[in-house]
């Protein structure tokens, strides 16, 4: 289990880190709901490897069975990789490569809540959002916000993909 965990995983922080750096430096001309989409699209893509270590540890290292809660194991050790790789790289990302996206972002939302909202609405959105930017320009809590986003959609894969590939013996 070791091997695989580790061997997936890899993959997995290796792919989500490569498509999150091409995204950062190739990619930040697009608007920031196509960078939204690229970004849930490059999660998937990046945790399918939690889908293919499971079947690889059932099918290779484990004579074709695997429990549901080995399985579940499995794809949340390798979503651990891909979750901490993303976390570090978006602290990373914000703190070196680009230190003025959190200022541009903030400024996307505003200007995207303004579009909504009025009056006292409004105003009191905007307090609550200058609030949250203080508190997300901290790099722990960039680091943790990234980490579970990640995490949770790698525990939602890994729960899907331990029930389709489960298998007992007869």
């Given at each position: 289990?070791?091997n695989?965990?580790?061997?997936?995983?890899?993959?997995s922080?290796?792919?989500?880190f490569g498509?999150?750096?091409?995204?950062?430096?190739a990619?930040k001309?697009?608007?920031?709901?196509?960078?939204?989409i690229?970004?849930?699209v490059s999660?998937?893509i990046?945790?399918?490897f939690?889908?293919f270590?499971i079947k690889h540890?059932?099918?290779?290292e484990?004579?074709?069975?695997?429990?549901?809660?080995k399985?579940?194991?499995i794809?949340l050790l390798?979503?651990?990789f891909?979750?901490?790789?993303?976390?570090?790289y978006?602290v990373?990302?914000?703190?070196y490569?680009?230190?003025e996206?959190?200022?541009?972002?903030?400024?996307?939302?505003?200007?995207?809540?303004?579009?909504?909202?009025?009056?006292?609405e409004l105003?009191?959105k905007l307090?609550?959002?200058?609030?949250?930017?203080?508190?997300?320009?901290?790099?722990?809590?960039?680091f943790?916000?990234m980490?579970?986003?990640v995490?949770?959609?790698g525990?939602?894969i890994?729960?899907?993909?331990?029930?389709?590939?489960?298998?007992?013996?007869?």
């Open positions: 289990m070791k695989t965990v580790l061997r997936y995983g890899i993959w922080a290796l792919s989500i498509l999150f750096l091409i995204s950062g430096l990619l001309n697009l608007d920031f709901s196509t960078q939204e690229y970004g849930y999660i998937i990046s945790l399918s939690v889908f270590g540890f059932r099918d290779r484990n004579n074709g069975l695997i429990s549901f809660g399985g579940l194991a794809g390798i979503s651990l891909a979750s901490v790789t993303f976390g570090l978006n990373i990302y914000v703190e490569i680009d230190p996206f959190m200022t541009k972002y903030y400024d996307y939302s505003v200007e995207q809540v303004s579009k909504t909202l009025s009056g006292d105003q009191a307090k609550k959002m200058e609030e949250e930017k203080d508190l997300f320009a901290q790099p722990f809590m960039n943790s916000l980490f579970l986003t995490f949770m959609i525990l939602i890994s729960l899907i993909s331990s029930l389709v590939l489960s298998k007992k013996p007869s």
